[in-house]
């Protein structure tokens, strides 16, 4: 009895600590990401372009391009010509590791080596950056000799991303329409949600199963597949009734639409699980229906409500897509995805900004997931174990 006792005290012990760890893990692995973006928006656009923000506290390698100034200024010096100057030229001075003077071969001579360059011309370039471009007869041209060199720069750290930013033309009205979205989007398909939740798991009436059954169907149903056609009814309900198209109540609409499949689906698991000695001791006290709903089930179906919340207000937070077809892409109709994606350009090769605005997208929904996260997992799980 004692060792199957000490067994026992033995896998808990290691259980616990088992749990620890792959907890441990999955934080991290989801830690990560977000650090990443965070260094990331904060370095220099530069640094960001030529290494991970992993090296973002070592100096980091570049190789650029400089000119050393025109011929105009050279002067003859023992029978040759020589023009001086600096590969840096007025930017600040950093450490040269290698230079050459063809895109194919940037770094073809080491540093301090004076390079042949053809027809008796020659080019040293110090760690400082400073050049030394001679040749046996005199330069001509209006343009200097360019000149590709690797430097290694020192990390460095600036806000001038998030200035850039949370400071351009129109960020703070997308902002507000964002929240005008989100917001609606969020509360408006939970009351519906509710309520059919509560009447699929409590109320008997005829095609009840047939009803479950077709919610179960939309939640595979692909937002893509069903925009095209849901736009089409919705603008000739709006063209019906002679009212502009292009409107909160829309996007409103069409997001609760989206939502409300999963919304039922997941609150119906939950309340399908509460005691059913609640429901008929209200009914013997003479309680109806929504009473019953209101006064019992809606405060004891929080954690899951609040779940389904986070869900929905991440959804609708980084929607792009059908903001710009229900709401439009004007400048006082974008949302904060739509004017993010409006300052990265057509090319979208502004790094900086992109991890910047990456960052400033998920602070809001940071915050509301931190602040429901104690109902997360106890609204999605509670579901799962049916009441005695």
Partial sequence: MAQASGNSAGKSFFGRFGVHIAVLILV????????GILVSSLRDKDQIIVSGWWNSFSSSTQTEAGRLPPPSEQVEKDGRFVIEGNVFGDGPVRQVSAFGVRSAAPTQYAVGEVADL???VTLQVNEDG???????????GARGQRVYYA??????FTTENYETVLFSEGIGRSFI?????TVPATIIPIMIA????????WMRFPGRALIIATIIGLLVVPLQMALIPLLQLYNGVALFFGVPSKTYLGIWLAHTGFGLPFAIYLLRSYMAGLPRELMESARIDGASDFEIFLKIVLPLSF????SFAIFQFLWVWNDLLVAMVFLGSGSDQ??????????LGSRGGDWEILTTSAFVTIIVPLIVFFSLQRYFVRGLLAGSVKGG
């Fill in 28 to 35: 991290t692995i989801w830690t990560i990401p977000t650090l």
């Fill in 118 to 120: 053809g027809d008796g």
């Fill in 130 to 140: 400073g050049a030394i471009l001679s040749s046996p007869i005199a330069f001509e």
């Fill in 151 to 156: 430097s290694s720069a020192p990390p460095r």
């Fill in 177 to 181: 329409n964002s929240l005008t979205v």
């Fill in 194 to 201: 509710a309520f059919a939740a509560y009447a699929l798991a």
């Fill in 303 to 306: 954690p899951v409500l609040a």
């Fill in 334 to 343: 974008l949302v904060l995805t739509g004017k993010l994606n409006a300052l």
